[in-house]
């Protein structure tokens, strides 16, 4: 390393950068093992290009296994933002219902339990003195 400070003209000062988040990639709805938040537990996950047809493609290669990975069906698989569900699919696709469409369905089923323990205690003393 020279002390040459002509140098420094060469490299600038290294300014503090922040990191870009990682976005979700999903096929559809499903969980792609191409995403840059799916992480292999083993760490075993090798993303490698393929030649097809003339063509290169991106592939996710498993190193324990030496072949594709089979994405969310394998044991090891899980995503960095915990957006992977049983089924495969991406947390982040799926649409989940309002707070104000929970609220009123919440009170529509409190309406009728109401209605029904009214029926019940109507109807079982009635039985009581059947028997």
Do not use: H, W
């Not at 420094?8 to 976005?23: G, N, Q, V």
């Not at 063509?55 to 090891?76: E, N, P, S, W």
């Amino acid at each position: 390393m020279s002390k040459n400070p002509d140098r420094y003209e060469f490299y600038s000062k290294r300014e503090f950068r922040e990191r870009e988040l990682a976005e979700p990639k999903p096929l559809g709805s499903m969980c792609n093992n191409l995403c840059p938040l799916f992480r292999c537990a083993r760490n075993a996950l090798v993303l490698s290009t393929k030649v097809v047809k003339g063509y290169t493609q991106k592939v996710a290669m498993c190193r324990l296994t030496g072949d594709q990975c089979i994405g969310y069906r394998c044991q090891f698989a899980y995503c960095d933002r915990r957006a992977l569900l049983p089924s495969g699919n991406c947390a982040f696709t799926v649409k989940f219902k309002d707070g104000e469409e929970f609220f009123s369905e919440l009170e529509k089923e409190e309406l009728e339990l109401a209605s029904r323990s009214k029926l019940v205690k109507k109807f079982s003393k009635k039985d009581m003195f059947l028997e």
